[in-house]
């Protein structure tokens, strides 16, 4: 019974599912559970956090993705099914509080000032929050001193920033000085991403990476959490 509703809320963040009232991309879905209400079952049949978030969320996203590379879903697919994993996760995060399941790292997101964009790192924020790490997102517009203000409060063991523009890009370059003036970069792992970014402005910034997506942040993020101590 364990299975059947992972794999259920697993096709059912595939379909970008987030309620019984959506469609999905299958017809005759309307009317059925979606990923919400399937979390809360779980819950409900005392199935583990740690199972729901990876045998069901990011089992599902992680289907998205291939589907996404594979240009088979356009980004609005991806929105959907994001937007599932995130209903899903506010569902489940005052259970992680109360658990004893420790996070596997905490990591602040910023899109940069000047730029007002954040699709692509709402995306990222959700993905990562359904990887198991904790999200602290400051949102769009953010000066560079509220960044690193962010990291000597919260002292993340990442800092992601987001740029879509190729006037802002450059405010990534000064958050990285900053908070290296600052006495604060050896302690936080910087990883950059957005359309103006590319890996050879990352190395040029003194970035720890560059993610082309949010299925490539994960991945950047967990081959650079061995270095990075709690």
């Known amino acids: 019974m364990t299975q059947d509703i992972l794999a259920v809320i697993k096709e059912n963040v595939i379909q970008g599912r987030v ?4 469609e999905g991309f299958d017809e005759g879905l309307v009317g059925q559970p ?14 583990r956090l740690e199972e729901i978030i990876t045998k069901g969320l990011t089992d599902g996203m992680t289907v998205v993705g291939q589907k996404f ?8 697919d991806m929105l959907a099914s994001a937007e599932a994993v995130g209903a899903a996760m506010e569902i489940l995060e005052p259970h992680l509080i109360k658990s004893d399941i420790k996070a596997k790292g905490k990591i602040i997101m910023a899109t940069v000032k000047g730029d007002l964009h ?7 924020s959700i993905l990562l929050r359904g990887a198991g ?8 517009d953010i000066a560079t001193e509220v960044i690193v203000a962010a990291v000597r409060e919260e002292k993340p063991q990442f800092v992601g920033l987001s740029a879509l523009l190729s006037s802002t890009k ?16 050896d302690g936080v792992k910087v990883i950059v991403g957005g359309a103006a970014v590319s890996e ?17 942040a994960i ?3 967990e081959s650079l959490g061995s270095g990075v101590s709690d």
């Open 69 to 76: 590379e594979a240009e088979e879903y356009v980004l609005p």
């Open 133 to 140: 790490y904790t999200v602290k997102d400051l949102g769009n």
């Open 219 to 221: 991945t950047l993020v």
């Open 34 to 47: 979606g990923v919400s209400e399937l979390t809360e079952e779980a819950l409900a049949q005392g199935i």
């Open 118 to 124: 954040d699709i692509g790192k709402n995306i990222v």
């Open 200 to 216: 050879e402005f990352a190395q040029s910034i003194g970035a720890d990476g560059y993610g082309a997506d949010g299925f490539q």
């Open 170 to 185: 450059m405010r990534m370059g000064d958050t990285v000085q900053v908070l290296m003036d600052s006495g604060l970069r």
């Open 19 to 22: 309620t019984q009232g959506d």
